[in-house]
Every structure is written in C-alpha cells, then in structure tokens.
T-cell receptor
Framework: GQQVMQIPQYQHVQEGEDFTTYCNSS?????IQWYKQRPGGHPVFLIQ?????EVKKQKRLTFQFGEAKKNSSLHITATQTTDVGTYFC?????????????FGKGTLLTVNP | GAVVSQHPSWVICKSGTSVKIECRSL??????MFWYRQFPKKSLMLMAT?????????EQGVEKDKFLINHASLTLSTLTVTSAHPEDSSFYIC????????????FGEGSWLTVV
C-alpha cells in the first residue's frame, strides 16, 4: 500500500534558526496536506498543496510540492518557541466513500529559547 | 474550518470494563468520520472509517469486536473500547472530512484513555 515517509524524526534548533521537514510518498499524490500537533494537543490543519511544483507561504512557513507530486517540504524561517510541535504530512488514499489520509510519522520540532 | 467536538477528553477505567468516546461534528453533517489512535510521540494510526447508517470499515489489524464504532447520525460517531486492557491506553482522535476539494481532515480534541 501507499507509504508516506517523513524525515527527520526529530529536530532541535536554537530560536532563530531555520527548520525543514521532508515528506516522500511511494506513489504520486493528488494532493498533500500538512498538520501541526502541539504537545498534548490534537493535529491542526495547516495547508493543502495540489499543483505540481506548487509553493505556498504562511508568514514564516513555506510549503512546497514536488514536480512529480511525490514529495513535499515544510520550511520554517527563524523559528520561534511557538513553533514547537510535531509536523505531519499526509497524502490521500482512495476516493469517494473510500477516501482516507495516510500520515507520515511526523517530525518533532523543539526550539531552545 | 470544521469544528469537531470529542468527549470525554480524559478517562480512566478499570481493566475489563468498556469505555465510550463520542465524536460530534458541530459545523456540518458528516457522512464519514475517522477514528485514529496515537501512542506517545508516535504518528496517527487510522483505526477505522465510520460511515453513517452502515458498518464501519476497519483497517487491517484492528479488532472489530474490541473497538465498536457506531455512526447513528450525521453528526455523531461513537467508539467503544470493550473489555479494556492496559495496552489499550492511548490517545484516541476522531476526525471528519470537510467534503471540499481535497477532503481536508479536521480533528477532534482527542481523548486520553488510561486503563488501570
């Protein structure tokens, strides 16, 4: 079945440093979604990328979708302590009533103030 | 975005008892809801897809008789952990699909289950 792999598993940075997490799918994706889960909280939707080569920005966060629609990345510029959490990518499997998301294992980001 | 309410947030139960977790879609009617399980510092594992008015679709390796799912209305799905054991202790999260293009998933707040 489809697999979504995410690296690194953990990343510790000093506040102000940049951070990047990478996501790779074993199959071509119709779209890719990113979620953030704060410690003790539930995953929250960040963004969805649909087009090949698409780049979207949310303030200090930059999301990219690869040309082949099999990989994606999330880059945070000048991290802040509020960026702490686990970032998950997710790709869809199936359609219609069989639609569901396959999640990567996530990247836990910790930021040292 | 969709608002998904999950109850209870925390529950402690004794081994051998059953626990019911509710998931409500507050913003719109959801024909499909999803139940995930998450161990500490681990990823989300899809347990089953809950379909309104029909049987849930379980993922491979998930025991249907142990994790009973009922989706009796378009706004409510329940997960019952039957004959709970300590190894069932986990974070259980429900979610609904937005139904929009791309089917964005919105998660409930999650329920921490501790079986003692």
């Amino acid at each position: 079945g489809q697999q979504v792999m995410q690296i690194p598993q953990y990343q510790h940075v000093q506040e102000g440093e940049d951070f990047t997490t990478y996501c790779n799918s074993s199959t071509t994706l119709s779209n890719i979604q990113w979620y953030k889960q704060r410690p003790g909280g539930h995953p929250v939707f960040l963004i969805q990328l649909v087009k090949s080569g698409e780049v979207k920005k949310q303030k200090r966060l930059t999301f990219q979708f690869g040309e082949a629609k099999k990989n994606s990345s999330l880059h945070i510029t000048a991290t802040q302590t509020t960026d702490v959490g686990t970032y998950f990518c997710a790709g869809p499997v199936g359609g219609g009533s069989n639609y569901k998301l396959t999640f990567g294992k996530g990247t836990l980001l910790t930021v040292n103030p | 975005g969709a608002v998904v309410s999950q109850h209870p947030s925390w529950v402690i139960c004794k081994s051998g008892t059953s626990v019911k977790i509710e998931c409500r879609s507050l913003d719109f009617q959801a024909t499909t809801m999803f139940w995930y399980r998450q161990f500490p510092k681990k990823s989300l594992m899809l347990m089953a897809t809950s379909n309104e008015g029909s049987k849930a679709t379980y993922e491979q390796g998930v025991e249907k008789d142990k994790f009973l799912i009922n989706h009796a209305s378009l706004t409510l799905s329940t997960l019952t952990v039957t004959s709970a054991h300590p190894e069932d202790s986990s974070f259980y999260i429900c979610s609904v699909s937005s139904g929009l293009a791309g089917n964005t998933i919105y998660f409930g707040e999650g329920s921490w289950l501790t079986v003692v």
